[in-house]
């Protein structure tokens, strides 16, 4: 398979069911962000020693890969060899809450807003939430525009629930290496 097809120089990419949508299309724009997110994710991985939270993100990679896949669907006809892949379950989101309750298990208490920062993988995790505050705003955005049929309603919520994980994960990568926290 080559790297380059020449089908977008057009400026057009085409989704899962065959449709051709415009680069900047609202759903183009959702999964972008998605697949950014995971971008942030294995920079983060690659800029941490610490091996709980490098495996948990590798997890976290994988199921962004599903959710991008089912995003990319509109037709809901993502391929049956596929579609195991890419689910995403409750299941899964207990996971992150699971993961929440480790890592804020050896935290200090959060008394006020703390500055983005730290060690480089710390910084990179905060970096990588905002990137999924924005990854959900452009779901929401998708789902307000397209209808309650646009993705299956999980996503989001796996999403939402994802931007918690990162923010105490950067915590517990901060804590972790003995980087100081500065509040606000």
Known sequence: ??????????????????????????????????????????????????????????????????????????????????????????????????WIDLLEADLPPLRRFILAGGSPGGAALHVARTVCRRAERAMVTLEHTLGAGAFDPPLLVYVNRLSDLLFTMARAANHRSGATELEW
Do not use: C
């Open 1 to 98: 398979m080559k790297i380059y097809t020449r089908t977008g120089d057009s400026g057009e990419t085409g989704l899962f069911d065959g449709t051709r949508v415009p680069k900047n299309d609202i759903r183009v724009a959702a999964y972008g962000d998605v697949d950014e997110l995971s971008a942030w994710l294995g920079f983060a991985r690659a800029s941490l020693d610490d091996p709980e939270i490098r495996s948990m993100l590798e997890r976290i990679q994988r199921d962004l890969f599903a959710i991008g896949a089912r995003l990319a669907d509109p037709a809901h006809r993502i391929a049956d060899r596929v579609a195991k892949a890419a689910a995403v379950a409750p299941e899964d989101i207990a996971r992150l809450e699971q």
